[in-house]
């Protein structure tokens, strides 16, 4: 069975670097907008799929990340590498900020929660605070990356940005996976009182949850700036949340295939269907309730092996 994933994997990673020379420019940007809305999934997956909090708002993450590196190099002439720290650590602190306060909510009351937030930091950008996220018209004009006199400036070099930004991600997420971390947010997941019976610190663990998963899509959110030169409320509003959040359930909570399947179902089968105009969505949206009702778990469900019998139960 492990070769057989290995080998998926290997099959899956070859495709992907030779997409963009097989492509054309408008499936090229597909590509990589998959790549980045991927990577969003995936963090959000930290906080739904493996901590099991009903994350509704991840977009403020993401959206603080665009707006972080377009801000910083249009209003103050930053290179666009210099500002992804940024779009990392501020990002991990409005989630820490966030969810200090909430992270003891569970279920539909965290998720309801999560809906409000994104409400208000779609507001908040919208109405230009500070003067500096450029009101409903957002922000223009973002420059490309270089990197030592290399510039980044056709979209098969974005892909590749956004491809070196999605290993990066797969790294992280199959080290939290074999981590002590990664273990306690199952637990915490399956049963948080029999999880904090056994030493592990609940709300310690979410928060961490929180933290890593903003972070992640802070950066993504960098990269989605560059990649359309511009940011905008509406690209960080409350349906994008709800997007994120039902790639994760679609494709399989707590399952790397199964979140890139999602976020093909969610992403790239309305792009292939958009000769039909609005009747993609019905095909979408047939995909969607197929997907549920012949794959409860999802698409791709997770694995549990080795994991204790009261989480295998659960799931």
Known sequence: MKNRALILYTLFIIFLCV????????????????????????????????????????????GVGAYSTAILNTAYGIPIFWTIPVAIILPIIVG?????????????YLLVTMIGFNIVFEQVLANNVFGLTGGPNGIFGISFPSLFGWRFD?????????????????LVIRNLETSRAGRALHYIKADSLAAECVGINDRFYRLYAFGIGAGIAGVAGSLFAVQYSA????????????????????GGPSSIPGILLGTFVMFVLPEIF????????????????????LRPRGIWPYNFGKMPKFVKEEH
């Open 19 to 62: 997409f963009p020379f097989m492509a054309d420019s408008k499936w090229s940007a597909v590509g990589t907008t998959f790549l980045i809305y991927a990577v969003v999934a995936l963090s959000q997956d930290i906080v739904l799929g493996r901590a099991g909090m009903f994350d509704m708002g991840h977009a403020i993450f993401f």
């Open 231 to 250: 940011v905008s409320p509406e690209a960080f509003n409350f349906l994008q949340s709800v997007l994120f959040f039902s790639i994760v359930i679609v």
């Open 274 to 293: 958009r000769e039909l105009a609005t009747a993609r969505y019905f095909v979408f949206g047939i995909a969607m309730i197929l997907a549920m009702v």
């Open 96 to 108: 820490l900020a966030i969810a200090t306060p909430i992270v003891h909510l569970r279920g539909d």
């Open 154 to 170: 056709s979209q098969n070099e974005i892909y590749l940005l956004a491809f070196v930004l999605f290993l990066l991600t797969l």
